[in-house]
């Protein structure tokens, strides 16, 4: 038996009832995280893990990133296959993919700012699906909109579809999001004012992220369990077929 304030615990009993009751549930219907900004830190360091992979094994000119960068068309004077011809994981791989410090630093400063408060509101899981989604989503809107023969690198649509989404939850749950909403704006007209910078993964990455906010945000509770994972499914069927569909035209 267990000592209580008031007589004893039987330490079977207590296991029985701790077992039965159910796991609180975030505002999203995700398991609230025992560490919030977990999830948030895991993809953070493998950001920079894959950061300094680049830097030790030459930068730039390093074979890892020269097979990791978003290329839509084939370079085969170079070596370089395109996802038009098989090479589908840069779509992925390029949403961690960064060469510059001021880039990573500055991804990943946004990252850390927003993720932990979206992560509160979603649980890890869907964290770290939203992140992926949207990483991939900038990376289709790169293949259908961009500039074929050009590399893309960055977490950038990733990081503005964890805006999008974090922008709807937020505002969903009655916060105020008028300084979210201006710093959103600011980096917009940065990214279609400044040369350089894809503002196809940034519109691609920000557009997916807004639409799985609001399917987060207004599911009704009965129906999330099962409407989420199949919202994302459909969302990555689609994204890859688009992919599909590019190969072939």
Known sequence: MRPASVGFHCPDCVAAAEQGQRAPRTAAGGRVPTSPGRATLVLIGVNLAVFVLVLATGGSASEFYQQSFMLTQSRPLFGLTGVDDGAWWRLLTSAFLHVQVLHIAFNMFALYVLGPPLER???????????????????????????????????????????????????????DISSLVMVLGINLVITFAVPNISWQAHLGGLLVGVSLGALLAYTPRAWRRLAHPAAFGALWTALILGVAVHALL
């Not at 074929?148 to 937020?170: E, K, Q």
């Open 121 to 175: 509101l979603v649980g890890q899981l869907r964290l770290v699906g939203i992140y992926l989604t949207t990483g991939l989503a900038g990376s289709v809107a790169v293949l259908w909109l961009g500039d074929p023969r050009i590399p893309t690198v960055g977490a950038s649509g990733a990081v503005f579809g964890i805006f999008g989404a974090a922008i709807v939850l937020l505002r969903s749950r009655g916060y």
